[in-house]
């Protein structure tokens, strides 16, 4: 049978390895593996060294090509390396090929992201869909992978159905997915009587990529204490609070952030989470403007959307972190004036894009937190008068 392992050694040395395929840039790949550096550390691990090679293709047994392979199976004799962690998703043969040759652990980004999620989970729903998620990922990588399950003591990747007896197969995992399908179902169901309890507000959700600061926002407008951290998908279960302002009453939600390259199957199994964001009337799309591609981060966030068909819904667009956006880019011997034409150009250009439905604020220092009430007051005041116009006399 397959059970679950939560074994995890502090401090796990790791190596990142990605590929710089076709259309992409070397700029672009520093980024995706600065990214996978903060998930590993989210983990667990720390990144000791990030590998890269060139190719148009993966290698179909090894991913990288053979002197690559050779270059990361030297470095991991020599640093003792506990494993070694893929930007792109690998097969079970991939996996077990590289094990061979570089004699330690091997995971790729999906099962990373697993594994942050598995050791988050709190409630009962969030650890059915991890748990459904974790065995669909392992479904199709069961011939290659049985060496891979396993791994005796455990640590980042292996958190989650492990094997423990050579006869476990496909027809048992198939089973063991119905089963929690079925379980899911159930508690979806309970999830749905919840929410259609919740009478006639206009509902708001918080949505963005992980790690820009929905959870500080969500503080701030509902007055709440949601855990929010330095670290990426902090926030996995869905909270929501009943917020007010001005005698105008609204839902507001804080949902699981997004990222680039999420596994498919979470992101199916997280539907019934993500539900508050297709029933949402109103979304909050909040952004970290100071990250080096937060533009990309966006495009990542609205095809989550598309995927969600959330994407028709009006948006305000929180442009948040200004104060690390102005510690970043403004150096001391900027001019008052050339900073506040830089500021002026940015707002100009996003007012532009957004049809002026976007705020600027810096949420850890308070500021123009005002504003962003009164943008979110009136656009709530808006979706009341179309959906609830009997209503908004209560709200004048």
Not at 90 to 103: A, F, M, P
Not at 365 to 386: A, P
Request: glycine share 4%; proline share 2%; hydrophobic share 40%.
């Amino acid at each position: 049978m397959i059970e679950k392992k939560q074994i995890i050694k502090k401090e796990e040395k790791a190596v990142l390895v990605g590929l710089i395929q076709k259309e992409q840039t070397e700029e672009q790949v520093n980024e995706y593996l600065a990214e996978l550096a903060f998930l590993a550390e989210t983990a667990g691990a720390i990144t000791i060294k990030m590998f890269k090679q060139r190719l148009q293709h993966p290698d179909s047994r090894t991913f990288v090509g053979k002197g690559k392979l050779e270059e990361i199976k030297q470095y991991v004799a020599a640093k003792d390396i506990d494993m070694v962690i893929f930007d792109d998703e690998l097969t079970g043969s991939q996996i077990s090929n590289i094990e061979k040759e570089v004699k330690c652990r091997v995971i790729d980004r999906s099962d990373l992201i697993l594994d942050i999620f598995a050791s988050r989970a709190r409630t009962a729903q969030a650890k059915v869909q991890v748990e459904l998620a974790q065995y669909q990922y392992i479904l199709p990588r069961l011939k290659g992978m049985w060496t891979h399950l396993e791994r005796q003591g455990a640590g980042i990747g292996s958190r989650g159905p492990g094997e423990t007896e050579i006869e476990t197969d496909r027809r048992i995992v198939k089973d063991k997915i119905s089963l929690l399908r079925k379980r899911l179902e159930e508690i979806d169901k309970q999830s749905f009587t919840q929410r259609k309890e919740r009478g006639e507000f206009i509902r708001v959700a918080l949505v963005g990529y992980t790690n820009v600061g929905k959870s500080t926002i969500m503080n701030l407008m509902s007055k709440s204490d949601v855990f929010a951290e330095n670290k990426l998908f902090a926030t996995l279960d869905t909270t929501t609070r009943k917020v007010v302002f001005e005698n105008t009453p609204f839902l507001l939600s804080d949902t699981v952030g997004f990222i680039r390259k999420l596994p498919h199957h979470l992101v199916e199994s997280f539907k019934s989470t993500l539900d508050e964001v297709r029933e949402a009337d109103v979304l909050l799309h909040v952004v970290d403007v100071s990250h080096a591609q937060y533009e990309d981060q966006i495009a990542v966030v609205n095809k989550t959307l598309q995927e969600l068909k959330a994407f028709d819904k009006p948006v305000v667009t929180i442009f948040n972190k200004m104060d690390l956006y102005k510690q970043k880019y403004f150096d001391e011997w900027l001019e008052d004036e050339v900073k506040e034409d830089i500021l002026r150009e940015l707002k100009e250009r996003w007012n532009g894009i957004t049809n002026n439905q976007c705020v600027f604020v810096s949420a850890i220092e308070k500021q123009n937190i005002e504003e962003l009430r009164t943008v979110i007051l009136h656009k709530v005041r808006d979706m009341y008068q179309v959906k609830y116009p009997y209503k908004t006399v209560f709200f004048t």
